[in-house]
């Protein structure tokens, strides 16, 4: 006698029914998986340009993401699921990779140092509405968007300008002398063209007592920037004001000293010139140029913690404006996961904008988001590169250390 | 502006332009006799910086003493490359060359990415911030050595060409493929040493241009379009046409930047092959072909 075989999972129409039903209520409820309660850790994709001709600076931001999260555990806040994604230092790369953080399950995303990325990242951001805390990017465009889940804890390019403007007032009084004559040389990306703009408008509101002689817009990704100091050297000004990132800061520094080149002053208005990959690579020549940055209080309580874990993990590189504003996005971020009491992007959107943080780092009373989403509180420091290392010179409240001026000639330093 | 300012930055116009004129001159020296366009040009040229830059840090070893080391590894690296997987696509579509190369040269920057990272590397020098002063003229001394090198490679590689028999052979080779074949000629094998040739000149003018600019794993890119203006602009297949736009594209760079603004650099160089495009096709130095 043969015995009919019997499946143990026969699939009748009633088990397909119960099956697709079930899947269909799971597919139902997935969008609202988002807004899951709280336990884990707060998924946080961190957009930075880690390669690709900002790759330096973008990797600089990151070890301010390397000694978050003990920090933030030490301040009572719980600790962050970092996911990384690499902008390239391209826009088109940096829209990708923030959908794809957002698609793998980020709740919030922080980045993405430059201004065309950031732009880029804020407009996925809004449209997922997934709340993003811009640790920095300076075109003002981003926070005028009125777009509800982007938040800047960086001064937007003008106020960069006007602070800038007010500290070299304030070093040119401590020295006694100010130049007469500058060259304006800036990269021509989206940052530059902003901060461009900006100074160009306000050299003569701020009654700056020099005149920008010449300007030279330059690519930031230049492979030569020998004609450009030609030009600038050509104008003998008595100071040259510039605008850059770190590889052209180097790039300048090399050619000046090549074409026996050394202005009263170099003042900057952007990264590059403060950065530890500058004072690696040019050594004494590093020496001199004063930057005009969102900045650290050396005099706040939080400034030695941050510095003393980045001097562990990272013997010497010393604290500077990448690592200071990515580590306080992420305190952001920690804060309003603390207060929102969950990850629905909402409510965290709700909480970043009731954000009050004074135990932070950054020069100013502490972190605030106007309607905008914009931080208008934080403030300019000037700092200078002095023996390999950067002092600030104002504003008054954060300064400890005189100006040097005028900077050592490149020539006597050999 | 100063009459001295012109000079200064059509000096250094020229000694740049001299570096890019060896490394399109691999190009056309490729073009010219196998007649396929190596889209990994940059890329090749990538390895011989890395290959500088890394003997340089891990060994001090200069630049200009690294030249004919540097570029006898590019040859070989060349010959095997034409050898194992070009001459296989010589009678393909050249579609099909075409992917194959921009293949190659997308394996080529992503292993050096991995290898090296992305962060820019330089070779500094003793002579790295150093310039000479000859009246007005202020010259980089890293370019006037690299110039030099360049020139004197040129030179050798002119001779070879012209003098030896193995050269005459390759010539013969660009000149007529079936007639070559029919007096006997082992085409294939010429084929590679030519390409080897080629890479060779990149690994040169890879290793020179470490003593001008910094490199990173992605700069290769720039520098293949880069030798494929000069080249069409001195006439795809001529040395020294490779040579004549390597200068004429560096000195216009350089006057452009001073003259109008530096960002339209480039532009300028483009407006140049446009120009030689529209009124000599073939080239400053290229033949029209029949």
């Known amino acids: 006698m043969t015995r009919k075989f019997q499946p143990t999972f026969a699939i009748t129409r009633r088990t397909f029914a119960a099956g697709a039903g079930a899947t269909a209520f799971a597919a139902g409820i997935g969008p609202f998986n988002i807004a899951r309660a709280r336990g884990g850790a707060l998924k946080v994709g961190v957009l930075l340009p880690r390669s690709g001709y900002e790759a330096g600076i973008g990797q600089d931001c990151q070890r301010g993401v390397a000694i978050a999260n003990p920090i933030l555990k030490s301040l009572g806040y719980s600790e962050l699921a970092i996911m990384n994604g690499d902008t390239e230092s391209n826009v088109g790369t940096a829209r990708a990779r923030a959908e794809q953080l957002i698609s793998d399950g980020a709740q919030l995303l922080v980045g993405a140092f430059d201004s065309g990325e950031t732009t880029a990242i804020a407009q996925v951001a809004e449209q997922k509405g997934i709340p993003l805390v811009i640790n920095i990017a300076a075109a003002p465009a981003i926070t005028e968007q009125g777009y509800k889940f982007v938040f800047r804890n960086f001064p937007k390019a003008p106020t960069i300008v006007g602070d800038a403007f007010a500290n070299q007032k304030e070093v040119f009084a401590t020295v006694g002398k100010a130049p007469r004559t500058v060259v304006f040389m800036h990269v021509n990306d989206t940052f530059g063209t902003a901060m461009a703009k900006g100074i160009n408008a306000m050299v003569p509101k701020f009654k700056m007592p020099y005149k920008i002689v010449e300007e030279i817009a330059y690519d930031p990704a230049a492979r030569d920037l020998s004609v450009e100091v030609a030009k600038a050297k050509a104008k003998n000004p008595d100071a040259l004001l510039v605008v850059s990132r770190l590889n052209d800061a180097i790039l300048l520094t090399r050619e000046m000293v090549k074409q026996r080149f050394t202005p009263q002053a170099i003042l900057s208005m952007g990264p590059g010139w403060y950065d530890d990959q500058y004072f690696k690579a040019l050594g004494k020549l590093s020496d001199g140029p004063i930057s005009f940055v969102p900045w650290y209080d050396p005099h706040k309580k939080l400034t030695p913690v941050l510095q003393a874990a980045l001097a562990k993990a990272y013997p010497g590189v010393q604290l500077n404006t990448n690592h200071i504003f990515t580590f306080e996005a992420l305190l952001v971020a920690a804060d309003a996961y603390k207060r929102a009491g969950s990850t629905d992007p909402k409510a965290l959107a709700a909480a970043i904008r009731t954000t009050n943080i004074t135990n932070n780092v950054s020069i100013g009373p502490g972190i605030s988001f106007n309607a905008k989403g914009q931080n208008d509180k934080v403030k300019d420091g000037a700092i200078q590169n002095r023996g390999g290392k950067d002092v600030i010179l104002a504003p008054k409240q954060a300064a400890n250390a005189k100006p040097e001026w005028p900077m050592r000639s490149y020539r006597s330093r050999s | ?290």
């Open chain 2, 1 to 290: 502006m100063p009459l001295d300012v012109y000079l200064n930055v059509a000096v250094g116009g020229v000694l740049t332009g001299l570096v890019y004129g060896l490394m399109a001159l691999g190009l056309s020296v490729i073009f010219g006799v196998v007649r396929v366009v190596n889209f990994a040009h940059g890329e090749m040229m990538t390895i011989a910086m890395f290959i500088a830059v890394v003997a340089f840090s891990a060994f001090h070893i200069d630049p200009l003493i690294l030249l004919v080391p540097s570029a006898a590894v590019l040859f070989v690296f060349g010959y095997s490359l034409q050898a194992a997987l070009i001459n296989p696509f010589i009678t393909r579509p050249e579609h099909a060359q075409f992917l194959l190369l921009l293949a190659v040269a997308i394996i080529i920057s992503n292993a050096l990415l991995i290898v090296f990272g992305p962060d820019a590397r330089s070779v500094q020098t003793a002579y790295a911030l150093a310039s000479f002063q000859l009246g007005p003229l202020i010259i980089d001394a890293s370019k006037l050595y690299a110039a030099a090198a360049a020139v004197v490679f040129t030179a050798a590689l002119f001779a070879f060409f012209r003098f030896t028999l193995v050269g005459t052979a390759i010539r013969a080779c660009a000149d007529n493929y079936t007639g070559a074949q029919v007096v006997g000629l082992d085409v294939k094998r010429l084929y590679a040493l030519t390409f080897g040739l080629g890479a060779a000149c990149v690994g040169a003018a890879g290793t020179m241009l470490t003593l001008v600019v910094d490199t990173t794993p992605l700069v290769g890119p720039s520098y293949t379009l880069l030798a494929f203006v000069i080249v069409i602009t001195g006439g795809l297949g001529s040395l020294p046409g490779a040579l004549l736009g390597g200068v004429l594209i560096g000195l216009t760079e350089a006057l452009a930047g001073l003259t109008f603004t530096p960002s339209l650099k480039s532009m300028f160089a483009f407006a140049v092959l446009v120009l030689v495009l529209l009124f000599r096709p073939q080239g400053l130095l290229g033949r029209r072909s029949a």
